[in-house]
């Protein structure tokens, strides 16, 4: 939505007539439908421009990344959620999408924050090196950097800035922020810390053009598709019940008076 010089309100996502239908310029039935992928389109969306093939196997690559991480808390609210009201597929999606944010699946927008200001800099390194002895200060890690379970390194970032590295119509601009910033988060933390997932998707999202505002949107289309499929297995077989039933035992009471025998 824009709106013109006359504050009028206006869409260039969508028109229709009595026999078509347009997304943006393009016919959703002579141009599109069975000509383009779902990737394409949502692209032409998003970015309002043609997508490229190098935008289309670097968002391919990031939504497929994104989609699955296990029983992670969006994972586990999409559960419980279809368990309480299983007519209600798309609330409990939703209740897994909430949990998109700046701690789990959508820390991209953090680190992509960060490399637009290493990219705006004089001095890329001297801003890093401020950056890392920030987030030391705060005793946080640095947004894209250090993981739980993968340790020495998160192969899937790597992998993700092997795939943009080779793509001769990348910049390389964000990839380099990434790498600097890399460089000063090992030198202030004096061993090395690896990127993470979401740190790559940063880097390469914004290699294509994605602004950063709207980076965190790529993880929930992705993430949506995998709540989905965690829901089709919550349908085969349950798992909602039991996580409710180990907080229930695992999580004692301890205030008041509540609970206390007779004899008390």
Partial sequence: MTT??????????????????????ANLVEDLMGKKTFTEVMLMQILGRAPRGVDLRITDVVLIVLMEHGLTPSAIATRLIYMSAPENLQGAVSAGLL??????????????????????????EAEALAIAR?????KSPVPGF?????????????????????????KGDRIRALETLSRAVDAVAGRPITINATGAVAALLGEIGVPTAVMRGFAVISRAAGLVAHIVEEQQSPSGRFIWDTVEHAI?????????GADA
């Fill in 99 to 124: 949990a998109v944010g700046s701690s789990f699946v959508g820390t991209m927008e953090n680190c992509a924050g960060l490399l637009d200001r290493l990219a705006a800099a004089d001095d890329p």
């Fill in 4 to 25: 013109t010089a006359s504050q009028t309100p206006v869409t260039r996502l969508c028109t229709h007539t009595l026999t078509s239908l347009h997304y943006r310029d």
């Fill in 146 to 170: 250090g993981h739980h379970l993968h340790k020495p390194v998160d192969p899937r970032a790597y992998k993700l800035l092997e795939m943009g590295r080779v793509e001769a119509e990348l």
């Fill in 134 to 138: 920030h987030y030391k200060g705060l």
């Fill in 252 to 260: 004692p009471f301890v205030g008041g008076s509540a609970g206390q």
